[in-house]
Structure formats: C-alpha cells, structure tokens
C-alpha cells in the first residue's frame, strides 16, 4: 500500500513538472499550440492532429548564430489585443541567457480565425541582423506515403518566370518567395506559412522531405537568391536597441486553395493599402504593346480610339473603356521628358471626348538609357544619372536592358515628379507601372541612410510615387513583386508578358492556376493584353478566356489597320454573356493542382456558377467533371449553358466537357 501511494505521488509530480514546463494557448475553433519552456520548442495541433512538431525559432546577430532552444530562461506572459484582425490574446515568450541577446517568441492567436500569427523580437544594446526564422520544424500530419506536393511562388514577374508545383520525394526540397504551401493532392489538405509582413524584410520559405520521408519547413526573413528575388547582394542588416521579424501566418487546411485564399487576405489585413479605395466599375480596355509598341504614332493611336468608339461600342464595364499607350508614347514629345506634351494632352482630351478614359506608362525606377554614359542629366533636377543608379556590389543592377534607379535618391524623385506632374496635367485617368523590381533591390548604400533593405527602398519609392499620383489615376502594376505591392496599387499582372498564342495562354493560366488567390490581396489581377492577331478562332476564344478568368480584360491588337482581329473583336469582345463574368472582377480558382496549368477553373457569383476547360494540346481532349469540382452537390436542377455560342450543354450527374484542340469553353451554370 505505501508503494501505491509513493508511486502516486511520483506519478503526479511528474505530471506537474511537465505541466508546469508547459503552456497551452488556442486558436481558431480547433486549434492549439503547446510551448515547452524548457526546451524552447513548441508544437501546433487541431484536435489530436500534430500540425508542427518541435518547431523553435532562431536568427543570427552580428554573424554569430542563435535559436530558442540555446536560452537558459523562459518567461511566458499574455495580455488580450484588439487589433486589425479582431480581437485575440497576445502570448509572449522572453528568452534571456548569459551573453546573448533578448528574444521574444510572440504569437497572436484568434477564436475566429483558422490559423496563428508568430513574430520574432530581438533587443540588446547591438541588433545586427540579416536574418530571423520565426519558424522552423516538422509537418507530421503530411507523410512520405501520402501524394505531397509544394508549391514555388515567384517574388516577381519578371524574366518570363513561372510558378511551379512539384511533387515531393525524400531527400528533396522546394524554395519559395514570402509564402509556401504544402499539400496531398488526393484530399486538398495542406499547410500554409509565410510573411505577411513586406515593408521590410525579403523572406523565404523551403519545404522538403527528408530521407526518412519526414516533412518540414522553415520560414527565413532576410532570404535572397539571384534567381528568384534578382539580387546578388545578401540582404540588408537591420541595426538597432530592437529589431523585429516580419510576422509569419502558419495555418492548415482542409483545402489548401483555401489556406492561399486566407493567406493573401491576412497580407491585406496586415499592410491595408495606402492607395486611394477603388469603387468604380471593373476596369477593361487597349494596351498599345499587345501589337503597336515602337510604331506608336498619333494617327494609330487616334484610329485605335475611333475603333473603339465607332465598331465596338458594346465592349465596355459599365460604361467605361480605357485607351491605353505603353512604352513609346514619348514618340508623341518633342524635346524629351522635359518637353512639349501638347500632342499627349491631345490625344487624351480626344479619347475623353469620344467616352473614353485616357491611359498612359512608366517605368520610374529605371534608366533605359545608361549605355549612353553616367554623366547626363537626369530629368526633373540637375543630379546626373550616375548618380542615381543603385550601387550594387562593384557595380550596378541592370536587369531586362534597364539599370535600376535609387528609389531614395531625390534626383530619382524629381524624375517622377516631374514626368507625373506632366501626365497629370495632360489628363491621363490611368497608369500602367512597370519593372518595380527594379526598385526592391539589395543595395551597398542608398542615398537615405536609414534605408538599409530592398524592400524599405521599396516602400519609400512607391510612396513618393502615390504623392504624386495624388489619387487621379487607377494605378495598374506590371512587372512587380509579387506580395509587397498591395498596399501601393489597385490591378496587377499575374505573369510577364503574353500575347496571342495558346502557349500565351498556358503561361497566363500557370500564374493563374497558382496565384489566383491574388484576387484577395488587389482589387484585380490581370492577364496582360489579349491579341487575337491571325490565330485561330479557337486560340482567340482560348486567350480571351484567359483574361476573363484572371479577373478583367485588356485588349491589344493594332486595330488602326484592316485584319481578321477586327471582326473577331466584334463577336468575342461584345459578348454580354461573357463580359458579365468579371462585373465582379474576382479570379477563377484552379481546380487541378499538379500540373503546369490546369485545365479546368471555377468560380461562384451569387447563384451564378461558372466552369472554365482549356485544352493546350494539340489534340481534341474530354474532361469528366463532377458536381463537386464546381462546389455543387449535384448538377439536376440547374441549367447549364455555353456562354460563347449561347447552345444548352446536357446535364448529367456528371458532364462529360469535349474541348477541340488549343481551344477553351465556358460554361454557365444556373438554378
């Protein structure tokens, strides 16, 4: 009997030891993480399900490396918040140690929200830091056995690049820009982690499986690489009494799509835009580089406004149409950027007399012009241009043909207040901003000495830039980073460049069928000018699709001189039925996700449901499509209808979809 009791006893101050070492916080519905502050580490679970096991963080200061599990004490307190996502409870672990500096393990959690925010905080009497990992560990509710995939998400668009989803197998790892995602493919459910943060810090998130077919990740603040955020530079030190990680989303989900969907809506939380709010109708419109581009004149221009005015009246968002000039509209100056803009002013006072908004471009962070030599002057001020351009190792960033401009140098700020002063004064409703990378760029020094990263760079360029754009213009970025400019912008293309092809359109579709959940972080994503040019009717459709499905529709075939586009645009551009679809100026989400680009895309609008196919091939190809992939229980009491040749489709329990080769359908779906 005494040795029952004295293993009672030793059994329950086991069990408050553990305790003791211990703490427990909630999240969401479900959730909950368990941090052990003897160790340092912590774990995340649904229910019994173990989201995170053994995660920990660590940074390096003053190049000497460091991590929560190297502390000697750990002090846990929580204070409630009430914040821009709701109101939540704060928890906080201090970490000191001998000789080390302060950190503090800080995690935000929410009843009403599925997933937990975590942030690193450093303090010490001297922060030097390039780099944090506010979270780091395995992912044990995915397994080897199970079909794991990941996903690579561009820091940009430039260079043509790609999203790209592999699957994974032991001893292999994927690396992906600010967010990554990591799903079975068989039931959807996946882990979603990344900054939300972008004002800041570069991050980067790796994925992987082990040798043993373990699963982690870890998500890396102070992340470049050349070929994926361009620099050549490791990433800027941030100095100081208190430095700051950029908070980190960590959620899982039943559908992944829906965790990347959550994610991008966190971002916009996190850093609301600063650009004025967009309430007018989905924009639409031409772009002159779809086909025009150097052989940009007045009178084409004029007879593309005419076109438009006269041939295709219907091809409108409510009223509106933007006539767009890309690159080489300075053809219409005389006497350069510090010239006579009188035939500009013209051409957009036409394009408004005609019921049309004016639209224009630039590219404000660039010098396309470097190889004539440094000692010119720079537009706007009396600075010469070699002095603008933004120091990079022993020499400069030149990427695309243009050399990056110092976002913070004020001869690079008299540039673009003069130039936008000029298109303000001309009248221009909208502008089209291009190679924004160019202004997040590591760099040895900028002009202003308290910018020391990229993406600070980045933050005080764009900012000058919306002073002067002072809310006159929808502000429509091309190539640009992909996360960090939500707060600056109100459409953004989802990938580089496209034109006409049916290659145009796979490449379109991959941004899209990976990055669709952009449409919840800018009030549009974009799928660049759509040209009909001399391609195939099927083609057309397929291009045109594209750009509905993505979320607006710009158009850009040189419609001044006669071809078949003419007519094509008048049957595929005015078509109600079609230009319906984006009223509401939101993405088709992908319904295949281990592929180059899927096929198939769905979207909800009220009752309304709608079902894209595209077919890349070569070859005719049939689709099988269940209620489900749509979000439906059963197709028998809706009517389906094909929104390009107005024809009924049978209804079945399940539709068998017949798409010709490099062709695309679109079909409607109501009670």
Same mark, same amino acid.
């Given at each position: 009997?005494?040795?029952?009791?004295?293993?009672?006893?030793?059994?329950?101050?086991?069990?408050?030891?553990?305790?003791?070492?211990?703490?427990?916080?909630?999240?969401?519905?479900?959730?909950?993480?368990?941090?052990?502050?003897?160790?340092?580490?912590?774990?995340?679970?649904?229910?019994?399900?173990?989201?995170?096991?053994?995660?920990?963080?660590?940074?390096? =200061?003053?190049?000497?490396?460091? =991590?929560?599990?190297?502390?000697?004490?750990?002090?846990?307190?929580?204070?409630?918040?009430?914040?821009?996502?709701?109101?939540?409870?704060?928890?906080?672990?201090?970490?000191?140690?001998?000789?080390?500096?302060? %950190?503090?393990?800080?995690?935000?959690?929410?009843?009403?929200?599925?997933?937990?925010?975590?942030?690193?905080?450093?303090?010490?009497?001297?922060?030097?830091?390039?780099?944090?990992?506010?979270?780091?560990?395995?992912?044990?509710?995915?397994?080897?056995?199970? &079909?794991?995939?990941?996903?690579?998400?561009?820091?940009?668009?430039?260079?043509?690049?790609?999203?790209?989803?592999?699957?994974?197998?032991?001893?292999?790892?994927?690396?992906?820009?600010?967010?990554?995602?990591?799903?079975? =493919?068989?039931?959807?459910?996946?882990?979603?982690?990344?900054?939300?943060?972008?004002?800041?810090?570069?991050?980067?998130?790796?994925?992987? %499986? &082990?040798?043993?077919?373990?699963?982690?990740?870890?998500?890396?603040?102070?992340?470049?690489?050349?070929?994926?955020?361009?620099?050549?530079?490791?990433?800027?030190?941030?100095?100081?009494?208190?430095?700051?990680?950029?908070?980190?989303?960590?959620?899982?989900?039943?559908?992944?799509?829906?965790? %990347?969907?959550?994610?991008?809506? #966190?971002?916009?939380?996190?850093?609301?835009?600063?650009?004025?709010?967009?309430?007018?109708?989905?924009?639409?419109?031409?772009?002159?580089?779809?086909?025009?581009?150097?052989?940009?004149?007045?009178?084409?221009?004029?007879?593309?406004?005419?076109?438009?005015?006269?041939?295709?009246?219907?091809?409108?968002?409510?009223?509106?149409?933007?006539?767009?000039?890309?690159?080489?509209?300075?053809?219409?100056?005389?006497?350069?950027?510090?010239? &006579?803009?009188?035939?500009?002013?013209?051409?957009?006072?036409?394009?408004?007399?005609?019921?049309?908004?004016?639209?224009?471009?630039?590219?404000?962070?660039?010098?396309?012009?470097?190889?004539?030599?440094?000692?010119?002057?720079?537009?706007?001020?009396?600075?010469?241009?070699?002095?603008?351009?933004?120091?990079?190792?022993?020499?400069?960033?030149?990427?695309?043909?243009?050399?990056?401009?110092?976002?913070?140098?004020?001869?690079?700020?008299?540039?673009?207040?003069?130039?936008?002063?000029?298109?303000?004064?001309?009248?221009?409703?909208?502008?089209?901003?291009?190679?924004?990378?160019?202004?997040?760029?590591?760099?040895?020094?900028?002009?202003?000495?308290?910018?020391?990263?990229?993406?600070?760079?980045?933050?005080?360029?764009?900012?000058?830039?919306?002073?002067?754009?002072?809310?006159?213009?929808?502000?429509?970025? #091309?190539?640009?980073?992909?996360?960090?400019?939500?707060?600056?912008?109100?459409?953004?293309?989802?990938?580089?460049?496209?034109?006409?092809?049916?290659?145009?359109?796979?490449?379109?579709?991959?941004?899209?069928?990976?990055?669709?959940?952009?449409?919840?972080?800018?009030?549009?994503?974009?799928?660049?000018?759509?040209?009909?040019?001399?391609?195939?009717?099927?083609?057309?459709?397929?291009?045109?699709?594209?750009?509905?499905?993505?979320?607006?529709?710009?158009?850009?075939?040189?419609?001044?001189?006669?071809?078949?586009?003419?007519?094509?645009?008048?049957?595929?551009?005015?078509?109600?039925?079609?230009?319906?679809?984006?009223?509401?100026?939101?993405?088709?989400?992908?319904?295949?996700?281990?592929?180059?680009?899927?096929?198939?895309?769905?979207?909800?609008?009220?009752?309304?449901?709608?079902?894209?196919?595209?077919?890349?091939?070569?070859?005719?190809?049939?689709?099988?499509?269940?209620?489900?992939?749509?979000?439906?229980?059963?197709?028998?009491?809706?009517?389906?209808?094909?929104?390009?040749?107005?024809?009924?489709?049978?209804?079945?329990?399940?539709?068998?979809?017949?798409?010709? #080769?490099?062709?695309?359908?679109?079909?409607?779906?109501?009670?």
């Amino acid at each position: 009997m005494t040795k029952i009791k004295m293993f009672s006893c030793l059994f329950f101050l086991v069990f408050f030891l553990n305790h003791a070492n211990a703490v427990t916080f909630k999240f969401g519905k479900s959730g909950k993480i368990i941090y052990d502050l003897k160790s340092g580490t912590f774990s995340a679970y649904q229910n019994a399900e173990e989201l995170l096991k053994d995660g920990f963080s660590s940074f390096k =200061n003053n190049n000497l490396a460091y =991590n929560s599990k190297g502390y000697s004490k750990r002090d846990y307190t929580s204070i409630p918040v009430s914040n821009q996502f709701g109101k939540g409870i704060k928890h906080t672990i201090k970490l000191t140690g001998a000789g080390m500096p302060d %950190m503090k393990q800080i995690f935000y959690t929410y009843d009403h929200l599925p997933y937990f925010l975590c942030e690193i905080e450093l303090s010490g009497k001297n922060i030097s830091t390039n780099d944090i990992v506010p979270i780091q560990g395995s992912v044990p509710f995915l397994k080897s056995k199970q &079909d794991i995939w990941s996903v690579f998400i561009p820091f940009d668009n430039d260079t043509f690049i790609s999203y790209n989803t592999k699957q994974l197998s032991k001893n292999e790892q994927q690396v992906s820009a600010e967010a990554g995602t990591i799903y079975d =493919n068989k039931t959807r459910r996946g882990l979603i982690s990344g900054s939300v943060n972008h004002r800041i810090w570069k991050t980067g998130v790796i994925t992987g %499986m &082990d040798k043993t077919g373990e699963v982690a990740i870890k998500v890396e603040a102070g992340f470049t690489e050349k070929d994926i955020t361009r620099d050549i530079l490791p990433h800027g030190i941030l100095t100081g009494t208190v430095v700051n990680s950029p908070l980190v989303f960590y959620g899982v989900f039943d559908d992944w799509r829906t965790g %990347m969907e959550e994610y991008a809506k #966190a971002n916009r939380i996190a850093e609301p835009p600063i650009v004025f709010k967009w309430n007018k109708p989905t924009p639409m419109g031409w772009n002159s580089w779809g086909a025009m581009q150097e052989h940009l004149s007045f009178d084409k221009i004029i007879k593309v406004t005419d076109f438009f005015a006269d041939s295709l009246k219907t091809f409108r968002s409510e009223g509106t149409l933007y006539i767009d000039l890309d690159s080489y509209w300075d053809n219409l100056l005389k006497g350069g950027l510090e010239g &006579d803009y009188s035939k500009l002013k013209e051409f957009a006072d036409y394009v408004k007399k005609k019921g049309m908004q004016p639209g224009i471009y630039w590219a404000p962070f660039t010098d396309w012009g470097f190889k004539s030599g440094s000692e010119r002057r720079a537009e706007g001020g009396n600075y010469k241009f070699g002095e603008l351009w933004t120091k990079v190792g022993k020499g400069y960033h030149d990427i695309d043909g243009a050399r990056a401009l110092d976002p913070t140098h004020p001869g690079t700020q008299q540039r673009i207040a003069l130039v936008i002063g000029k298109l303000k004064e001309c009248g221009f409703e909208m502008i089209k901003i291009d190679f924004l990378g160019h202004a997040a760029v590591e760099s040895n020094h900028f002009y202003n000495p308290k910018i020391t990263t990229g993406m600070q760079a980045y933050e005080e360029g764009m900012s000058f830039l919306l002073k002067q754009l002072d809310g006159k213009m929808l502000i429509y970025a #091309a190539i640009s980073p992909t996360m960090a400019s939500g707060r600056y912008i109100h459409a953004r293309r989802i990938a580089c460049d496209a034109f006409k092809s049916i290659k145009d359109t796979k490449y379109t579709l991959n941004g899209l069928t990976y990055g669709w959940w952009q449409t919840h972080l800018y009030d549009y994503v974009d799928a660049d000018h759509v040209v009909l040019g001399d391609e195939s009717m099927g083609a057309n459709k397929a291009r045109t699709l594209s750009a509905i499905v993505t979320g607006t529709l710009i158009v850009g075939d040189d419609f001044s001189v006669n071809g078949q586009w003419n007519s094509r645009a008048a049957e595929l551009f005015q078509n109600k039925s079609l230009l319906d679809v984006i009223k509401d100026g939101k993405a088709f989400r992908p319904v295949e996700s281990d592929k180059d680009a899927s096929s198939i895309f769905t979207k909800q609008t009220g009752d309304t449901y709608y079902l894209a196919v595209f077919n890349y091939s070569a070859q005719q190809e049939k689709h099988l499509i269940n209620a489900s992939d749509v979000g439906l229980e059963s197709f028998s009491s809706y009517k389906l209808e094909d929104v390009f040749t107005h024809q009924p489709v049978s209804n079945h329990d399940q539709l068998e979809i017949t798409v010709e #080769a490099g062709n695309a359908t679109l079909i409607k779906i109501t009670k």
